[in-house]
């Protein structure tokens, strides 16, 4: 309540609303002087606040009509696992151990960052987001030209701003007191023919100065990503779903539902990844952990993490403190090719990681698995074809 009077008291401050209408009044002077209409003057003005209104209106817009458009334009954006397979394959590419253990270890975050670079991608190299964009302008623009043809002219000043305001509501945040004290300001009284076709003709400017605002490599657009609704965050609220990741591995949750405990879906994963990936070390010998949660699940093995505060509990019982999870010990129970052909190529990097003792692995023959092995396993992980 107080933070809403003091809201009020600012917003009808006369000093207060005299800067706010300084740069009108300037104008309704030099425009005096130009032996300018204030008609004209009254127009750039509206324009100028509705310009604000349209660029506001497309930070609100644009992101959920790109994140459409790349659903439609490529699977991998609409799909979960799809998802997936593509940040898997990039880093396969990439060669980062850095960019693998953000993966590892933060799956929402790494989900975020890939899609953040996907989308800086698209808009900065492609010309598909970019023309999407200007459509967006122009549908607003349009918009705004509809609601000048429905409205009467020869009204008084103050209700026709009413009416006008009235019909755009829906589309653009605009002040409707701010509006009417910048227009009466510059002495206009009533909606006359001229000040609507001068709105007209200055509408059509200040849409020309945004869609050059977009294209150029500098301005306040050159970036999509960094706006508060992002492209990239909508991207993510589609595709990480369930984030949960196993307390073994450390591979997510392969449900697509964020609630699905809530309806009495346990947290599941067909094919997990060795324990090493979720940082687990072997208690004597130090050495890496390979093993497979579904085969530790079977097994008469003990594991001891921070859940258990460090006391040893056997893999079977690990429904006493993982009661949301379900490891099934019928599902494979050998490593997939791609985390076989990571765990070689990073052995030493892993090991070091972890702290580890140097683990031998050549008895294992991961070191046959090739790059192009790696990623073609990715189907069979992840069931996409």
Known sequence: FIKLMEEGRTKNDPLVSFERLRSTYLNTFLAQYKDTSCD??????????LAVAIEGALCEKLPARITDHMKASCASFNQKKLFKVKILQDL???RSFELFKIYLLDIKGSFEWWAKQYVR?????????KILAKSVVHGIVVEIYEALKTITIDKPIKKWLEMFHSCLSKSLKIDLGEMQDMIVATGVRSSSTFFLDTITEQLRLEEDKIIKLLDKPTSKYSDITTWSKSPHLLLCDHLVGCSEQCPFCGEQCELTDSNHVLSGKDHFIHIH???CLGRYIRHVSKELALDLCTCSVESNHRFRNHDTNKTWVPYKNYK????????????????PKYWQWFVYQYLDKITNWLGAAPTLIDHLNWGAV???MALASLSKIYKTT
Do not use: D, F
């Open 40 to 49: 004209e003057v009254a127009a750039r003005s509206l324009c100028q606040l």
């Open 92 to 94: 396969a590419k990439r």
């Open 121 to 129: 991608k698209l808009w900065m190299e492609g010309r598909q987001l």
């Open 273 to 275: 990844r060795p324990q």
């Open 320 to 335: 006493t403190l993982y009661k949301t999870w379900y490891i099934s010990n019928h599902n494979p129970h050998e490593a």
């Open 370 to 372: 090739s790059e192009e």
